[in-house]
């Protein structure tokens, strides 16, 4: 993969641009001054003779912007509705209905064994992932931007592809066997190596485009006072990207959080289990779904993940703003 | 940064100081797992082990003189992934001791070496077990694959056909109701039909169904139109008998009697269900199952309070008198679990100890918890089956006539193949188009021409 | 300045940055991906005669897998599925919600994003059960809305329902992203556009693509690599009806863990990831194009 340099061919960001981007530790607030200020420049007088075409014009794209982002508010929380029904229904189904409002479901899933202590192994699994992901990747991916190595994109692009075949069901006999012969069955180590190392293509691969957008004087004049490289990284590139590696350990986290297959066969003990794999027990002998029980614990379940993002898009931001530029 | 790596570092060293550890000081350890967990799947069998086998046995082994620790490793997930984390073990030579299969593995199990014949394993106390003589023939063969015992059964089943009497009674049918042939089923179904039954006849079909539609419609149509799956080494193929089964799968989906529709659905099964229990079904063909943990009045995932007033059971009509298997009336279909011993277990004697202790009249009378359920002993179904006359009906008029399905490795596949036959037909499609596109899928499956017969 | 190391990394040093990340990927990843690869030359299965004694029967499974009309459909639902869903459906909504959205701070922003992003993080199964919930035909919600009652939209549109599914479930990827190209743009050159009288359409063709095409690419290599992955549509139409909307990862599935074969089923793998690849080649030919079109 031969992707061009970028900035070879176009010119540096304009330079209130690059210092909203270097003052842009948080980003929620920061958005909202720069836009501010865009608004207003945008609001530059215009020629006399445009004026009413423009005046037209302007309100025929706030009524088709409003419509489009009505329709998308629609499509994104339309289906989101059963969650917020039917846990609280005393005979849930798959209709979306007011519920005969009940807590009796929360009730009996609480007398299930695993349900709750399942949550607390999605948070190793998954924490540990994210942790390990971002870490590892954030080094590679610093590296691998700053160094030129002949032919790196190819080779991550590579292992973007490798990790296709891992994730997939077809690897599960090679992934079981590795796993036997490291001795990590039944450990949460195992799933956490395992599907790390599935997630760590992609995340080297979106961050090192985030590396790639960090301008590199700054590295220069602290290298000129003699700080070591991961001091470098840790204190001016880490606070640079920082948005973009909550957005990867989001993402990870979002991942491992629903990953059935990988911790199902590596895992024996169901005290040991994800909420993932606890979510599929609750079925009858035959097959058929416990709609009382998955619909509560479905939301349970869903809960952290959407928590998390909560606090980390407030803390840290959630976006790739200011990362990548090219 | 280099606090992040400590961090993380000690991250990982707890997460792989929680992996190890279940190690007990003294003693022996046995594992017994099953696709089984408390407050999920098959909780009944979970709760059973964990608080009825596993403190009887140590204290029973204790009298013994001998320090056991029995642990249970629940599941509780569909039975394929059961199967295939399983297998995965065994293939590992690792795993439980003591292990619940599915009788329809035990072939493909031991072709594969997972598992060995119970006197290989556990030696010659395996032959001589007292339960084998409380056991039926049939009921053995669950866990026999080429005349070798590999397990021991748990219980069985049997399939049925379910009818709703209210609406029987709306249609002017009996509310004894026992068709001998496909054609007084069809009958019957015009009858509900013109009395206004929105769904008169729930026959599973298609792939969306999946086993269900294997076990609850195809084969035991196919064994009433005279034909096994599996015989004589061979599979059938698309033969006089299939085309049978088909022509009927279509007659009743193309003329009204059935609802297509369902049949490819994902959760068609689960509706189904529902559907039955709401009085929208007249009739349904499905196994005890149905009875026992769908519209049963208080637990079912269907229930239906008045089910032993409003719920009518006939066995399963041959195309004609006397068309079935072995020249048989009526045909219906079995399955079951059985439990089996890791060749690879590190105190082969000891568990058998358990397995025979889980198999004790003592024992699968306590599992069953009050509850009726066919067991594969007889000496307990005489007990407990008399409190539900469904399932003594099963014991006593099903079983006997029933078959099983073949315990091969390719089964899965042929199976496959004829719910899409099904489906073809279902959804309009003609039955010698159905039947030659499932001999082609038959053939590539098995190795060839020379494995079908018909 | 020296554009080839400007951090004073080092070649070792940056070997030993990205060594951890490497030994990792090479055991947890290289490693088993080239032993399913391998698998995939052999008849290899779960149980029966071929678990114990698998043969390898070198280009066999590749050879029945294009013969097997059942693959052959199943691969054409994917490029649909991928070109429907991914390609058209997540990145354009994504790029059209991030220009929306551009310089628009406030509740609505945040609403939107917000939900956009739920669907993204929400687990699989979670949100298989809220679209079977949405579009079942006897009770679902949309039918309901539309009075439509009956409507089978997973039975008779069944790939047109998991396409529009899989836009619900990864657009956020596409939006973030867009949302951050867009930022390179330089809001004066957008202006200076506008007052020449250029149409948004030219807008975007001009002056916002040819400054976006690196994140163009990277969108789309990686939501096309996720998307024909993607396992989520089993839990909601496993497959069918009747093989319909039976996409690749549910057939790999469908052949290796309910048939068993694993063999054929790590070469159907390996086949995925040939097809990644076409659609790299075609991406990055597309776009290189497009730039000698516009920059003269």
């Known amino acids: ?125 998954a924490g540990g992932s994210a942790a390990l992901v971002v ?125 059935f297959l990988q911790p199902f066969i590596l895992l024996r003990d169901p005290g040991k289990s994800p909420g993932a794999v606890i979510l599929y027990t609750l079925y009858t002998e035959g097959g058929a779904p416990r709609l009382d029980l998955i619909s509560t614990f479905s939301l349970l379940y869903s809960l952290p993940v959407v928590v998390m993002y909560v606090f980390v898009s407030r803390r840290y931001g959630f976006r790739f703003h200011g990362g990548i530029k090219r | 940064m280099r606090r992040g790596l400590a961090a993380l570092a000690g991250a990982v060293l707890v997460l792989a100081a929680c992996g190890t550890g279940n190690e007990s000081s003294d003693g022996v350890t046995l594992v017994i797992a099953a696709n089984a967990i408390s407050g999920g799947k098959n909780a009944e069998t979970a709760d059973w082990t964990e608080k009825w086998v596993i403190p009887r046995f140590e204290a029973e082994q204790k009298a013994k003189g001998r320090v056991v620790h029995v642990v249970f490793q629940p599941s509780g997930v569909d039975d394929e992934q059961y199967k ?7 293939k590992s030579r690792a795993g439980a001791d003591v292990i619940d299969l599915d009788g329809i593995w035990v072939g493909e199990f031991a072709q594969a070496g997972y598992i060995k014949p119970l006197p290989d394993v556990a030696g010659p106390e395996a032959e001589s077990w007292e339960g084998w003589s409380r056991i039926p023939q049939a009921v053995q063969g669950l866990g026999v694959f080429e005349g070798k015992k590999y397990g021991l059964p748990e219980g069985t089943d049997g399939r049925v056909l379910y009818f709703n009497k ?93 609802d297509p529709r369902l049949q490819q659905e994902v959760q068609g099964r689960d509706k189904s269900f529902a559907q039955f229990a709401e009085g929208k079904i007249g009739i349904l063909a499905e196994g005890d199952y149905f009875w026992r943990a769908v519209v049963e009045p208080k637990a079912g995932v269907a229930p239906m309070p008045n089910r032993d007033a409003a719920v009518g059971y006939a066995l399963i009509p041959a195309k004609r008198p006397g068309a079935g298997i072995r020249g048989q009336d009526f045909v219906s279909m079995s399955g079951g679990a059985v439990r089996v011993l890791n060749p690879n277990s590190k105190n082969p004697k000891l568990a058998w100890e358990l397995l025979a202790f889980m198999h004790s009249a003592e024992a699968t009378t306590s599992q069953l918890a009050g509850a009726a359920r066919i067991t594969s002993r007889t000496d307990v179904n005489d007990q407990v089956l008399s409190a539900d006359p469904m399932l003594k009906f099963v014991s006593d008029k099903v079983l006997p006539i029933t078959a099983y399905r073949p315990p091969l490795a390719v089964y899965p596949q042929v199976s496959t193949a004829l719910q899409e036959a099904t489906a073809a037909v279902v959804s309009g499609g003609s039955v010698d188009e159905a039947a030659a596109a499932y001999q082609r899928k038959v053939e590539a499956v098995v190795g060839g021409p020379a494995n079908v017969a018909g | 300045m020296s554009p080839a190391d400007p951090a004073g990394l080092g070649r070792a040093r940056a070997a030993g940055f990205v060594l951890p990340a490497l030994v990792l990927i090479g055991v947890f990843l290289v490693f088993p991906a080239l032993w399913t690869i391998y698998l995939g030359l052999t008849d290899y299965r779960l149980t029966g005669l071929a678990a114990a004694d698998p043969q390898v029967v070198g280009l066999g499974n590749y050879t029945s897998a294009l013969e097997d009309e059942r693959f052959r459909n199943s691969l054409w639902l994917t490029v649909q599925y991928v070109l429907g869903s991914a390609v058209v459906g997540q990145a354009v909504l994504g790029f059209a919600l991030a220009w929306v959205l551009r310089n628009r701070p406030g509740p609505v922003k945040r609403v939107v994003e917000g939900l956009v992003l739920l669907a993204w993080i929400l687990p699989s199964s979670v949100v298989a059960f809220l679209w079977i919930a949405l579009l079942d035909r006897d009770a679902g919600t949309l039918n309901a809305l539309l009075h439509t009652p009956g409507f089978a939209w997973l039975l008779d549109h069944p790939m047109p329902s998991i396409i529009v599914f899989n836009v619900w479930r990864g657009t956020a990827f596409s939006m973030m992203l867009y949302g951050a190209a867009l930022e390179n743009v330089p809001p004066s050159h957008l202006e200076t556009a506008r007052l020449a009288g250029a149409s948004t359409f030219q807008q975007l063709r001009d002056v916002v693509l040819p400054r976006i095409k690196g994140h163009v690419l990277t969108n789309l290599l990686l939501i096309s690599l996720w998307t024909f992955n993607d396992f989520t549509s089993f839990q909601i139409t496993a497959g069918g009806p009747e093989g319909r909307s039976e996409i690749l990862p549910v057939y790999i599935y469908n052949v290796a863990l309910s048939g068993g074969q694993l063999g054929f089923g790590a070469a159907i793998s390996f086949l995925v990831l040939l097809v990644n690849l076409v659609f790299a080649f075609v991406y990055l030919r597309l776009l290189r194009g497009r730039r000698e079109a516009v920059s003269p």
Do not use: C
């Open chain 1, 1 to 125: 993969m031969t992707r061009e340099e970028p900035d070879q061919h176009h010119p540096p960001p304009r330079s209130e641009g690059r210092g909203r981007f270097w003052t842009e530790e948080r980003p929620q607030r920061g958005t909202s001054e720069d836009a501010t200020r865009e608004d207003a420049a945008s609001r530059r007088p215009e020629p006399r003779e445009r004026s009413e075409r423009n005046q037209t014009r302007h309100a025929l794209a706030t009524i088709g912007r409003a419509t489009f982002l009505a329709v998308v508010l629609g499509f994104f929380s339309l289906p989101l509705l059963w969650l917020a029904s039917a846990p609280f229904d005393a005979h849930p189904s798959i209709t979306t209905s007011v519920p005969e409002f009940t807590l009796a479901n929360f009730r009996s899933l609480l007398d299930n064994p695993y349900a709750l202590s399942s949550l607390g192994n999605s948070v190793i699994q």
């Open chain 1, 135 to 259: 870490v590892l990747a954030a080094l590679a991916a610093y590296a691998l931007s700053r160094v030129r190595v002949p032919g790196r994109d190819a080779l991550l692009y590579l292992l973007l592809l490798l990790s296709s075949v891992v994730t997939g069901t077809a690897a599960m006999v090679p992934l079981f066997e590795l796993a036997t012969r490291l001795n990590l069955i039944d450990t949460h180590l195992g799933v956490v190596l395992t599907l790390s190392g599935g997630l760590l293509p992609a995340a080297i691969f979106i961050l090192k485009d985030f590396m790639d957008g960090t301008p590199a004087s700054y590295e220069e004049s602290a290298r000129v006072f003699g700080a070591s490289p991961l001091q470098i990284l840790r204190h001016i590139v880490i606070p640079l990207v920082r948005p973009g590696l909550a957005t990867i350990a989001v993402w990870a986290v979002a991942n491992v959080w629903g990953s």
């Open chain 2, 84 to 90: 295939t984390k399983i297998a995965l073990d065994l």
């Open chain 2, 166 to 258: 209210d609406l029987f009674a709306k249609a002017g049918l009996p509310a004894d109701w026992q068709p001998k042939s496909w054609q007084e089923i069809i009958d019957a179904g015009n009858a509900l039909k013109r009395a206004g039954v929105p769904v008169p006849i729930q026959l599973n079909a298609g792939t969306a169904m999946g086993e269900a539609t294997t076990m609850q419609g195809a084969l035991p149509l196919l064994a009433g139109a005279g034909a096994q799956i599996w015989a004589d080494g061979k599979w059938t193929g698309g033969s006089q008998a299939l085309k049978d089964v088909l022509g009927f799968y279509r007659q009743i989906y193309t003329t009204g009697l059935g």
